[in-house]
Nanobody
Framework: QVQLVESGGGLVQAGGSLRLSCAAS????????MGWYRQAPGKQRELVAT???????GYADAVKGRSTISRDNAKNTVYLEMNSLKPEDTDVYYC?????????WGQGTQVTVSS
């Protein structure tokens, strides 16, 4: 079991950057696979990036090369830094922790990119 609290969303102009944070509590954070997802109105929630307990990362093609996921196990926090933001990056971004069949979601944080 893990509880997740996200922060760092907001309004940014196209080409700008944001750093999202997800603070976890309630379990052994270092044992979980962490991920960032995003969802726009009327669209399916889609994977943005993942990071394993050992720090191995993966990215969706849409953000590859301009996004970085990282984690600080000492702080029980996972981050998503997004650069060169585009209007199509406008979404609610969700943090997820999972291990085997256990899935835990944050409340989401809004990212809005203006053109």
């Amino acid at each position: 079991q893990v509880q997740l609290v996200e922060s760092g969303g907001g309004l940014v102009q196209a080409g700008g950057s944001l750093r999202l944070s997800c603070a976890a509590s309630g379990s052994i954070f270092s044992m979980y696979l962490m991920g960032w997802y995003r969802q726009a109105p009327g669209k399916q929630r889609e994977l943005v990036a993942t990071i394993t307990s050992g720090g191995r990362t993966g990215y969706a093609d849409a953000v590859k090369g301009r996004s970085t996921i990282s984690r600080d196990n000492a702080k029980n926090t996972v981050y998503l830094e997004m650069n060169s933001l585009k209007p199509e990056d406008t979404d609610v971004y969700y943090c997820k922790a999972y291990r085997l069949h256990s899935n835990y979601w944050g409340q989401g944080t809004q990212v809005t990119v203006s053109s």
